[in-house]
């Protein structure tokens, strides 16, 4: 672990945390094989500007080198702030507004199979707790999911009020695949107490699914040939009934079959129409792509009716 969090007296919750994604990250890493992983060194640093902080978690080896694979989780004695990805040795987050009261931001890279685990914490700065103003902080825990096509993950997603804060928060998700579904239990949230409260979040995939039955388990069937035999029938049967001219009584008698022709050709219609949806059915449904995906939860709340304010955090899934 990097040392630097214990020289510059980083808050020890937010370093138990770190050290408890190191000690889950070997614990997975000695699964891979110790003697192939290679040490690494995270440094982290701050950008502040109107858009939020944004967080970037440098990772490499002690040479130098960047890595090439692995997760960085950006934490807070508050919870979890969010992830990234490591690409080209570096994971970058940005986010709108910290937790009241969060000095201390630690990015935990988990390591990979070929890579170590590291920490390292930095200083956001006074300022970002510094406001008076009626707001609230959003967290998720976990900050991200692997899942199966078919399978679900639940994520707890918290408010945590600050400065009097009161008011309905309203959850919402954004950039959710096609092939997956969003939906919080329950979808509001008002800490009246000024105690954080909760909503479960669960991110719901859809597996493949099959197609229709078919026609060797199907009744008997007529095909669209059969026009082929009714339609010239009803025509001779109208034309040998205008050209011969009988009594009233035979005249009954071909408007019958035409009739009894014409109900057929209607039954025939029908069966052909089953016929070709079940020797062509629907194509099956493939389900979610796998792939990974970044999923935006967000909370808006109106404060006295006069004013909106909004934060939102970004939740990784990944579909094998």
Request: aromatic letters at 6%; charged letters at 10%.
């Amino acid at each position: 672990m990097n040392l630097q969090l214990l020289r510059h007296g980083i808050g020890t919750r937010a370093t138990g945390r770190a050290a408890g994604f190191l000690l889950a990250a070997s614990m997975v890493g000695a699964g891979w094989g110790a003697g192939a992983q290679v040490a690494t060194r995270t440094h982290l640093s701050v950008a502040s500007d109107v858009h939020g902080n944004t967080f970037t978690a440098k990772v490499g080896d002690v040479a130098g080198n960047p890595a090439t694979s692995g997760t960085v989780s950006f934490e807070t004695a508050k919870g979890s702030l969010g992830s990234a990805f490591v690409e080209n040795g570096a994971a970058t987050l940005t986010v709108d507004q910290l937790p009241q009261g969060i000095r201390t931001v630690t990015a935990a890279y988990s390591g990979s199979k070929g890579y170590a685990a590291s920490a390292a914490g930095v200083s956001a700065g006074a300022d970002a707790a510094s406001s008076t103003l009626p707001d609230f902080g959003l967290t998720a825990s976990p900050t991200s999911l692997t899942l199966t096509p078919g399978q679900f993950g639940n994520i707890t997603t918290t408010v945590t009020p600050e400065n009097g804060f009161n008011d309905m928060v309203t959850l919402s998700c954004s950039g959710v695949p096609a092939g997956a579904t969003c939906v919080f239990s329950p979808t509001t949230l008002t800490p009246l107490t000024a105690a954080a409260v909760s909503s479960t979040l669960q991110i719901q995939t859809q597996g493949p699914s099959g197609t229709s039955a078919t026609l060797t388990n199907a009744p008997f069937t007529a095909s669209p040939a059969a026009y082929a035999i009714v339609l010239p029938g009803i025509l001779a049967l109208a034309g040998l009934g205008a050209l011969r001219k009988r009594s009233g009584i035979a005249t009954l008698r071909v408007l019958g079959l035409l009739a009894l022709l014409t109900a057929s050709g209607l039954g025939l219609g029908a069966c052909s129409q089953r016929y070709d949806y079940l020797n062509h059915p629907p194509s099956g449904n493939p389900g979610i792509a796998p792939g990974t995906y970044t999923i935006t939860v967000s909370g808006y709340a109106a404060v006295n009716g006069t004013s909106v304010v909004g934060h939102s955090l970004p939740i990784t899934v990944t579909v094998k």
